[in-house]
């Protein structure tokens, strides 16, 4: 029997990213998130190595001012370093969300589902499909539009949009 539940019987998952920045797409899955599970931490990944336009503390806030604007509350904001699944262990998480868009999203999420798996076989990942309006968005090419003095606006929460602009 798999132990992704806590002792109490609840279920707590992770929804882990580079969150850089959060766009609604993120939004959408956290809230599909909260529905089926009792407890969802967002975790932006900290890695040092990977260049990223926003700070770890930057992402986690744009990140908060979103879940509340939206009356998310609920869903909690964390970081990690390193692996997810050892990050995973040391909350007690059971589960992986992560967000489908389109068929393309399909081969790194399902190579990246199956190597957590093996490193962690009690883990499991749940996706979600984001809802259709969402399903062209990015950070990237968000950054890129903002960047490039295009309005952002529908595509990422205020607070994003915000960060965007100051940081052109
Ligand atoms: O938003 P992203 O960049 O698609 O998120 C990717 C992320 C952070 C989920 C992935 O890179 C990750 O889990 N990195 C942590 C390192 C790790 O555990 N690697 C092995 C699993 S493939």
Redesign the pocket.
């Given at each position: 029997m798999k132990k992704t539940k806590l002792k109490s019987g609840k279920i707590r998952a992770v929804y882990?990213?580079?969150?850089?920045p959060v766009t609604r797409g993120h939004i959408d899955v956290a809230k599909r998130a909260i529905s089926v599970f009792d407890e969802v931490v967002i975790?932006v990944?900290n890695?040092p190595s990977k260049k990223t336009r926003f700070s770890v503390a930057e992402r986690i806030s744009m990140l908060k001012k979103s879940l509340v604007r939206e009356g998310l509350g609920k869903v909690k904001v964390d970081s990690?370093e390193?692996?997810?699944?050892?990050?995973m262990k040391t909350i007690k998480a059971g589960i992986?969300v992560?967000g489908l868009r389109a068929v393309s999203d399909f081969e790194?999420e399902f190579?990246?589902a199956l190597?957590?798996r093996a490193?962690a076989p009690d883990i499991e990942t749940v996706f979600f499909m984001t809802d259709a309006k969402y399903a062209y968005l990015s950070?990237s090419i968000v950054k890129e539009v903002a960047s490039l003095g295009g309005d952002v606006s529908s595509a990422v929460p205020p607070s994003a949009a915000a960060q965007l602009k100051k940081n052109r």
């Open positions: 882990p990213g580079s969150f850089d975790a990944i890695n990690f390193g692996l997810l699944v050892h990050y992986i992560r790194y190579q990246m190597m957590n490193l950070s």
